[in-house]
């Protein structure tokens, strides 16, 4: 441990600077050169002009600290959002946005998980949708146009092809716009597990265990009001979502039995999704993992009762 | 008598500024910390959470970290090698361009010009900015070296030059991109490969910024201010060679259970376990340099500060190698532990360094003893409980979180809705700020000694004319 390298500044810094080197090469530098830290998924498309002017706002405001967007294939986290993410969905991704923190939930697995008006609505007051939520409101990004020939010039640096017409047409759009049309492409290129609902087999109808049952029905208000109220309304009377209170189920008249609602509870809607014959046009989550079975049964029991009030009046 | 003069101003110059962009960084962090509990502090477009946190992280780590290294590193590398700066002017110039940087790069953050890549936010004009800083550094520290007046290389002097080439590749490999504009740019590196080569600089900036600068001054300020020898030199060689080694190898512990191949996340994992040994080595220097008169405790304030600043550097680099594991990652990664984490070692082992390595220089500049032991005393308990509070209570809150995220029902379902985990961090993210204040308060109690005792020594050295 003596020697003169104690002695010698410059031959100390070089020592120095390959010892720093020998885990950079071997964990950083040669993994790079290499395939496995280049994948990249077939149904991956580059971002287009509008999503990627809402990608550099979702980087401006540093959604990121709160967001991550990597789901990590651990059980519970898989029902949270879904797939597990997956090497080959970031290539186009300069850089990452994995995030380090969820203060907010992850967004992996958020493209295409609610209609587009959802997101709208969201940004501008996220505490209409969840009362006690800490995310600050994005409204402001209303309005505020966005500037063609500064996309083409960040579609020109990233190498990302681009038509004429879709870069004039970004003179309509506003930054929410362009931030809406990010979120809804997270995540897009790993494919959705199908809904079960679109593939399983009619089975009998199987009768709602709680049907009639005060408590339930007590009990499914309140879920109501926390996991269904955003998007069907208050009263249910409609809004992002159709109207549950009428006597048409998805947009068809004529009632179906109790199974058909607890389906679509369980499943969500995929777009061209068949249930009882009627086609859905999607954008409604799956609660199956966010609900246990008597909960999903309450909720029913709790439509159910609203629309015999709603029939009485 | 030496026959030269220290260039002390220049010194001066950079922990005053240190000092004053750690306030800017302190009253951001304290206005996010409320940020996470009552979102109407949110003020867009400027001053909303996703914008003023890397502020907070930027202004502390550049502004408060890399200040107080640029000077307190000018002041140790002149005493070491007993001369002045081999280019004093340039020292100065190093100074103000620092500053002018840091206030760009608060307006640019403010701005949201941010690269997405955490502690390497900053736009590639001020990039350029920071390695101009750092090249000015680097020519006046090995310059320094080169022309030395004493021949043995001091241990301090070994963990600045570790620094100085460190820092100069990491920040320029993770910094590489395409500008599209004046104000923005694409990152070189997609994807998952971009995620390793950000971890790989993310840690390592931990590694290089907040650690070996910091052991520099440790090594060399407790002997000065206890005037008890460093207990081993052959333990701080090995120590040394293996924590520069050693540290290169961990980034991937950030990217557990992501898409990153798993073999690099496991060398990651196992280099970072092995960590432990060479960050003890300097702890258990530390505590053996001052066993040899545990009075010290009592009697000289400053040894308190380097004492149970190394404990906590102590603590954290035990806490860091546990969170890497697989099975604790799965519980607390992205969850509040880890700023709980991260504030142990910010407000406990660098801050309470640093400020005992300022309360060593300002009086030995102006030639004069500290305003008040006293204030200095108050300080270190405010600071101490402050960050104690933060500590506890994020740990508290991560262990809640990542628990209420995998728990289930007895039919397999997830018990607990996002929306229902959040709010039970409320109270806890309350009390965080209350440690925030408390820590606060600490400061101000240290940068009133400060004035205090810049204000003496100038009374004195006016007087003496």
Same mark, same amino acid.
Not at chain 1, 127 to 146: I, T
Not at chain 2, 34 to 46: G, T
Not at chain 2, 272 to 297: C, E, K, R
């Given at each position: ?8 500044? %410059? ?303 | ?373 006293? %204030? ?90």
């Amino acid at each position: 441990m003596t020697g003169g390298i104690y002695k010698k500044p %410059v031959l100390f810094a070089i020592v120095a600077t390959v010892v720093i080197l020998i885990g950079t090469m071997v964990t950083m530098f040669i993994p790079m050169l290499t395939s496995q830290m280049h994948p990249r998924l077939e149904d991956l498309k580059p971002f287009t002009a509008i999503q990627l002017a809402g990608r550099d706002i979702y980087q401006r405001e540093g959604c990121n600290n709160c967001h991550t967007q990597t789901v990590r294939p651990l059980k519970t986290e898989v029902m949270r959002y879904g797939e597990y993410s997956k090497a080959g969905e970031f290539a186009y991704d300069r850089p990452f946005l994995w995030g380090s923190k969820r203060t907010g939930p992850d967004l992996a697995r958020v493209g295409g998980k609610y209609p587009d008006a959802w997101h709208y609505r969201h940004f501008e007051n996220p505490q209409a949708f969840f009362a006690e939520s800490n995310m600050p409101a994005y409204g402001w990004l209303k309005g505020k146009k966005l500037s063609p020939s500064d996309m083409e010039s960040h579609m020109k640096a990233i190498g990302f092809t681009y038509s004429v017409e879709e870069i004039s047409a970004l003179s309509e759009k506003d930054e929410l716009d362009a931030l809406v049309s990010y979120v809804q492409i997270i995540g897009a290129s790993v494919k959705k597990k199908p809904a079960p609902a679109a593939v399983i087999e009619e089975k009998e109808h199987v009768t709602n265990p709680f049907a009639g049952d005060l408590k339930a029905i007590e009990s499914g208000e309140k879920l109501y009001a926390a996991n269904c109220a955003f998007c069907h309304g208050p009263n249910a009377k409609g809004d992002i979502g159709p109207d549950l209170t009428d006597d048409e189920f998805l947009y068809v008249k004529g009632d179906v039995s109790d199974d058909d609602y607890f389906e679509i509870i369980n499943n969500g809607t995929a777009p061209g999704m068949v249930e009882e014959g009627r086609t859905a046009k999607g954008g409604m989550p799956s609660f199956k993992d966010s609900l246990d079975r008597n909960e999903r049964w309450s909720l029913v029991a709790y439509i159910r009762a609203i629309q015999v009030k709603g029939a009485q009046k | 008598m030496n026959d030269y003069q220290y260039d002390n101003g220049t010194v001066k110059g950079f922990i005053v500024s240190s000092i004053f962009w750690g306030v800017v960084g302190i009253i951001v962090g304290l206005w996010i910390s409320i940020q996470m509990w009552s979102p109407a502090w949110n003020i867009p477009p400027y001053f909303t959470f996703g914008r003023l946190r890397v502020v907070h992280t930027n202004g502390l780590a550049l502004g408060l970290g890399v200040g107080a290294i640029f000077g307190i590193c000018y002041y140790i590398t002149m005493r070491l090698t007993k001369r002045p700066l081999l280019f004093p002017r340039l020292a100065r110039f190093h100074l103000y361009l620092f500053n002018a940087a840091i206030t760009l790069a608060a307006l640019s953050l403010f701005a949201g010009m941010n690269q997405s890549l955490e502690y390497a936010e900053l736009e590639w004009p001020l990039d350029i900015g920071v390695v101009v800083l750092w090249v000015i550094f680097a020519v006046n520290i090995f310059g320094t070296i080169i022309k030395r007046k004493e021949e043995q290389m001091y241990i301090s002097l070994w963990f600045i030059l570790a620094t100085v080439v460190t820092v100069a590749v990491l920040y320029i490999v993770n910094n590489l991109a395409v500008p599209a504009s004046l104000f923005k740019s694409y990152s070189i590196f997609a994807g998952v490969n971009s995620a390793n080569v950000q971890w790989w600089y993310g840690h390592n900036a931990v590694g290089f910024i907040f650690t070996t600068p910091i052991l520099a001054m440790f090594y060399y300020f407790l002997p000065k201010s206890t005037g008890l020898p460093i207990y081993s030199h052959r333990l701080s060689i090995v120590a040394f060679w293996s924590l520069v080694f050693a540290y290169l190898w961990t980034g991937a512990h950030h990217l557990v259970y992501t898409p990153l191949p798993d073999w690099i996340q496991t060398l990651g994992i196992a280099f970072t376990i092995f960590l432990i040994a060479p960050s003890w080595g300097s702890v258990v220097n530390g505590f053996y340099t001052v066993g040899a008169d545990w009075s010290q405790m009592r009697n000289n304030y400053l040894t308190k500060f380097f004492i149970l600043g190394i404990t906590f550097y102590g603590l954290q680099t035990i806490q860091g190698p546990t969170q890497g594991l697989r099975i604790v990652s799965q519980l607390i990664h992205y969850t509040d532990w880890v700023p709980g984490h991260v504030h142990m070692g910010t407000m406990g082992w660098v801050t309470m360094t640093v400020a005992a390595s300022i309360y060593y220089i300002i009086p030995k500049i102006y030639n004069t003893e500290i305003h008040s032991v006293k %204030v200095a005393n108050a300080h270190f308990y405010l600071v101490l409980t402050g960050q104690l509070i933060f500590s506890i209570t994020m740990w508290f809150t991560g262990i809640q979180q990542g628990a209420l995220w995998k728990a289930t029902n007895p039919d397999g379902t997830l018990k607990y809705t996002f929306m229902e985990g959040l709010i039970k961090n409320y109270p806890f993210w309350q009390m965080r700020t209350v440690g925030g204040l408390i820590f606060t308060v600490g400061m101000l109690f240290f940068i009133y000694n400060i004035y205090m005792t810049v204000r003496k020594g100038k009374a004195l050295a006016a007087s003496s004319i």
